[in-house]
Structure formats: C-alpha cells, structure tokens
C-alpha cells in the first residue's frame, strides 16, 4: 500500500469560489486513492462569498481538513511554506485551486514515491472547461533528461507534484521568489540528490488564458528571472554559457508582450493535443500501470 500523505491546497482572495470548489472535489471527492489530510491554506483575508465555499468544503470532505487561516496576504511561496509545516506525513501533493486533478492522478503517483523525493506528471492545459484543450505539456522521464532539461527549464509541472517533505525542507523550502519559487526550489532539490521522477502521462488539467501569459512577464517578474539565474551560477547548478543563454533566452521572454509569449509558448512548451476518448474527465476506460506510464 502507498504511504499515507496529505494534500496542500492554497487559497487566496482572487480565486474564484466555483473553481476551488471544483478543483477541491477533484483532488478528493473523485480521486480513486484519496489523501489522508488535506491542508487548506488561506492566504489573507478572502471575501464572503469564498470563506463560505471553504467552510462547507471543510465540514462536507470525506477526510480531515486543516486550515491555516494566515493573516495577510504572503505569497505563494512563504504560504506553501506554512502548509508544509501543518502536513502530518512525510508525502505530500500539491493541488492549485483552479485546476482539476484527473481521479486516477494519485492512483498512479504515490506508488512511485516509494523510491523518489519527488515526483510530477504531464498534463493538459485548458481554457474555460476541460472539454477545451488548448496544450499538452509532457515533461521529460529519463533521469539524465531532467537533470539537463532543468538547466533550462522547470522539469516539474508544479500542479501535478508529489514530494517528500523531508526533502523540501532539506533544500530549504520555497521561499519567496514570485513565480519562481517552484522552479528555485525543484533546482535545489536536484542539486542535493533527490530522487526525481515524471509521469509522462497528463494527471491534471491546468487552467490557462490571458492573465496567465501576462503574469509571467514585466520589469517585476525579469527582476526575479535575473536573480534566480544569479543563484543558480553562483551555486554551480548552471555554467557560465548556460547563465548567459538563460539571461537572453528567459529574461528576453519577461519583456516581450503578453500575446507574444503566448505565440512562442505554444509551439514549445505547450503541445497541441486532443483529450484521449474515453469518459467526460479524458481518462481512458482503462488505466495504464504507473510503471507504464513511466517507461513511455
């Protein structure tokens, strides 16, 4: 049997209460191998109509919630950080409010976390419902394929992640590094020997659209670009070829506009493809082994 784990689930203001309720439901209702705790971390204060959807998931799920209420608004890092430390096992799933876990997700992660430190899959991504699949994002599988991809690149799609707790903290957690705090720390992580492995197969839906492309651009977002890649060579986890690519290759993409990232992003993160046939969540009739998935 896998490990027992919990499931950390960040809230903040912006979300809306239709999707967190969705996403919730997905990653607990629906799922085929449920978690054992799940952490809800609200960061900041949320307005009425949200804190009422958090507490009628909390008194409705079919495991034991906890809520850690913060007070001011900190960041999806230091938040997550927070969480962590609420978790009463060692594994631990991540679940954004506003994505949609397909039910065999965990079914087919936590198995593998009985030889790894962390463990991520592909996934789909969506505008509106899931029936519009815009993209695919398949990470790379072979170890030496991670290690090299993630000079470059997260090799981790973060909404699909399964990770050992012990080893987050041992790289010393997230952080507050805005929208790079995932990619910092998967780095760190590699660094110090964890154990990686990805699922090539979609687990998730990942909800994209407009604000997501404009999110990841301007002065704000450049400036944390530059600093990540700072780190990574003062660390020795880039060359000094690799930190000057990255600087032009990735600091570029932070200034170009919105809708031109998204032309770029498409064609080379983003794969085009259809949901598979099959039942309405795009899982096939019948599910693949997770070693299956693995070796594809």
């Not at 789909?124 to 030496?144: A, K, M, S």
């Amino acid at each position: 049997m896998p490990e027992p784990f919990s499931l950390l689930f960040p809230v903040y203001d912006g979300n809306q209460p239709d999707h967190v309720q969705r996403a919730f439901h997905s990653a607990v209702h629906d799922q085929t191998l449920r978690p054992h705790q799940v952490i809800i971390v609200r960061d900041g204060p949320v307005r009425t109509e949200l804190a009422a959807c958090l507490d009628e998931l909390r008194k409705s799920s079919p495991v034991p919630v906890t809520l850690v209420a913060l007070e001011d608004n900190v960041g999806l890092g230091p938040a997550l950080d927070t969480g962590l430390a609420a978790s009463r096992f060692d594994v631990v799933a991540r679940m954004d409010a506003d994505d949609i876990a397909l039910p065999h997700r965990f079914e087919v992660e936590l198995p593998l976390m009985e030889d790894a430190d962390i463990v991520g899959a592909g996934l789909y991504e969506f505008v509106g419902d899931t029936d519009t699949i815009v993209g695919q994002r398949v990470p790379p599988v072979d170890p030496r394929g991670i290690a090299r991809y993630a000079r470059l690149h997260d090799p981790f799609n973060h909404p699909t992640i399964v990770y050992r707790r012990q080893a987050v903290l041992a790289a010393g957690g997230y952080g507050d590094l805005k929208l790079m705090e995932d990619y910092a720390l998967f780095a760190r992580m590699l660094q110090a020997g964890a154990r990686a492995v990805n699922v090539a197969d979609p687990l998730v839906f990942y909800r994209v659209g407009e604000a997501a492309f404009k999110r990841r651009g301007g002065t704000a977002l450049l400036r944390s670009e530059l600093r990540l890649q700072r780190e990574f060579r003062r660390t020795g986890f880039t060359s000094r070829a690799q930190y000057l690519r990255n600087v032009a290759l990735r600091g570029g993409y932070r200034l170009v506009p919105w809708w031109l990232r998204r032309a770029v992003y498409r064609p080379v993160v983003g794969h085009l493809a259809a949901v598979p046939p099959g039942r309405p969540d795009g899982t096939s009739g019948s599910q693949a082994s997770p070693q299956g998935l693995v070796n594809r």
